[in-house]
């Protein structure tokens, strides 16, 4: 449905992207993921015609966005970070106006614009002035408009920013619900959102890919790996035990009577089956009897922050856009 | 097409459900009843009109200087929003992502503005009306005499809709606007500043008040509705390409 390959965008001399290449497949959920300022915007304004790339080709349904421009438009739904909307205007009124621009058919216009209005949960403010409604309201106007059209493919720029939490829920249950025959690319910083909502998530980071696949291969990613040991240990002699070992650090213990449970992490380099086997025999030797060795599972949030805060250290040690 | 009458369709609406339309058309309608109402006493105290010179040429003609400044008033005020405003709130982006061409936004909004600037004029028919009632009007000079208003109005919208793509700020757009036009406007003053030569024959073409002029004695000249064409045309040209270059911002 989508296929971007090799896209970089300056403004000026200011790279907002470089170098992007990544698809989306049919019916596919697919989260946009990266911090403030990483370019996820200006990469969904690229995807949805309202910006031109600097270089790079960019396909949406099989049309190359710079040959064939309209017809790229015309098969998808794009709802704008912020959700822009005439403030003058009724929510039916502004609706009609997009339904006439997104060429739907006279006749249909009328059933597109209820459809929609009631999928987005918006049909009981139908003639509310759009400048009277609130931001979460607004929001779903937005994505109603995004929706009017039918597109198989829809591109929404942080839908659930600025909701509560309820309204957070209802629109993370419609977009699985219009997953399917769908085709949706949504962008957020929120890693929760792409657990709830995604089935694939591409990662970005300063203009550049930094990861892309399953929720699950993500978290596979993840560099540095940690456990937590359960051990018996009345004195508290086990920190002490393992201290010796290097590249291995206990962050965090906690005791229960005779039980003490040990959180360690496994630094980057290190090699984890070797650390793991000295630990056993340093505690063996100091006459501890383990319990468990339980390996933590690997959140989406530490594997973002280390996937992004990775690309920062490179980016350091690069000179970048000097000659 | 869909495109262009869709923005159209949406703009007039805009223009006539907020304020901005009704406050232009009530501060116009003032000052051109002023204007019409001491031609009219002027010519109430004369005994004798010869038919050129009636309070009708007079009104489109002679005074139209008057008329024209109301113009320099009321064309830059109703384009200064167009697309600034688009452009501030953000708006443009959905309107952009849409399947529209450049040129149907930037036609369906300009036909928009046009219609308004002719509905604006259409209250002024009354004035001929009422003069009907006591003598004598030419029905084709009144008709020529609107197509004047209308080529000058529809010059000076496409130029305003040009500054108001340049810029997000509808007050800076306003400014350039009204500094653009009142600039083409006194260009047509030099007529009766220049010695004869190629400087005062530009003027004298450019003018606006020889237009009115012309117009308002049923002299139709081609040069003015060319002139009047060109500057429309090359308005919307350029507004289209500059709409087309934001996607390169």
Not at chain 2, 202 to 210: K, L, N, P, T
């Amino acid at each position: 449905m989508i296929e971007v390959s090799n896209l970089t965008k300056d403004y000026g001399t200011v790279v907002a992207v470089r170098d992007l290449s990544f698809s989306v497949g049919k019916g596919e959920i697919v989260g946009f993921l990266g911090p403030n300022g990483a370019g996820k915007s200006t990469t969904l304004r690229v995807l949805a015609g309202f910006l031109g790339a600097t270089s790079g080709r960019i396909r949406i349904a099989g049309h190359d966005i710079a040959e064939a421009p309209l017809a790229a438009r015309r098969s998808l739904g794009y709802m704008p970070e912020s959700a822009p909307l005439y403030p003058e205007m009724r929510v039916t009124e502004y609706l009609l106006f997009r339904a006439r621009l997104k060429e739907v058919p006279g006749s249909k216009q009328k059933a597109a614009i209820d459809g929609a209005m009631a999928r987005a949960g918006v049909a009981h403010m139908a003639g509310t002035v759009i400048g009277h409604l609130s931001k979460g309201y607004r929001q779903r106007v937005a994505l109603a408009d995004a929706l009017v059209s039918d597109p198989p493919l829809l591109i929404l720029d942080e839908p659930t920013a600025g909701l509560d939490p309820n309204q957070i829920r209802e629109v993370r249950a419609l977009i699985k619900d219009l997953g399917g025959d769908r085709t949706v690319l949504l962008s957020t910083h929120i890693l929760s959102e792409v657990e709830a909502t995604c089935e694939r998530a591409i990662v970005i980071d300063r203009g550049r890919l930094v990861a892309e696949g399953t929720i699950e291969e993500l978290r596979t990613r993840q560099k540095t790996s940690s456990f937590s040991v359960r051990v018996r240990d009345a004195n508290a002699a086990s920190e002490a035990a393992v201290s010796g070992i290097s590249g291995l650090v206990v962050h965090a213990a906690e005791s229960e009577g005779a039980r003490r449970t040990l959180h360690v992490t496994l630094g980057n380099e290190l090699d984890a089956e070797a650390a793991i086997e000295a630990l056993v025999r340093a505690l063996t030797a100091a006459g501890i009897g383990i319990h468990a060795l339980v390996p933590a599972q690997a959140s989406l949030e530490q594997v973002f922050s280390e996937l992004t805060a990775h690309e920062t250290a490179l980016a350091k040690t690069e000179p970048e856009g000097k000659p | 097409m869909n495109g262009f009458l869709a923005v159209y369709r949406r703009e007039v609406l805009s223009l006539w459900v907020t304020p901005l339309a009704w406050v232009l058309l009530t501060v116009f309608l003032l000052l051109q009843g002023a204007i019409f109402y001491s031609i009219i006493t002027h010519f109430a105290s004369m005994a004798d009109v010869s038919v050129d010179t009636g309070p009708v040429q007079a009104y489109f003609g002679q005074e139209s200087i008057f008329l024209l400044m109301t113009l320099l008033l009321v064309c830059p005020a109703l384009t200064m929003r167009v697309f600034a405003e688009e452009r501030r709130s953000g708006t443009i982006e959905a309107l952009l992502t849409a399947p529209v061409t450049a040129a149907s936004v930037v036609l369906g909004k300009y036909a928009a503005l046009l219609t308004t600037y002719a509905l604006i004029w259409l209250p002024t028919l009354l004035y001929v009306v009422i003069l009907r009632k006591t003598g004598v009007v030419d029905w084709g000079v009144v008709g020529s005499s609107y197509l004047g208003l209308f080529g000058i109005g529809a010059a000076y919208l496409s130029l305003g809709t040009l500054m108001s793509a340049m810029t997000k700020s509808q007050l800076v757009a306003l400014l350039l606007t009204i500094f653009l036009e009142f600039g083409l406007f006194i260009l047509g003053v030099g007529e009766y500043i220049f010695d004869p030569g190629l400087l005062r024959d530009v003027c004298a073409h450019v003018s606006m008040m020889g237009q009115m002029e012309d117009f308002s004695k049923g002299i139709l000249d081609l040069r003015r509705v060319v002139f009047d064409g060109t500057v429309t045309a090359l308005g919307l040209f350029v507004t289209t390409r500059v709409v087309d270059s934001w996607r390169w911002g």
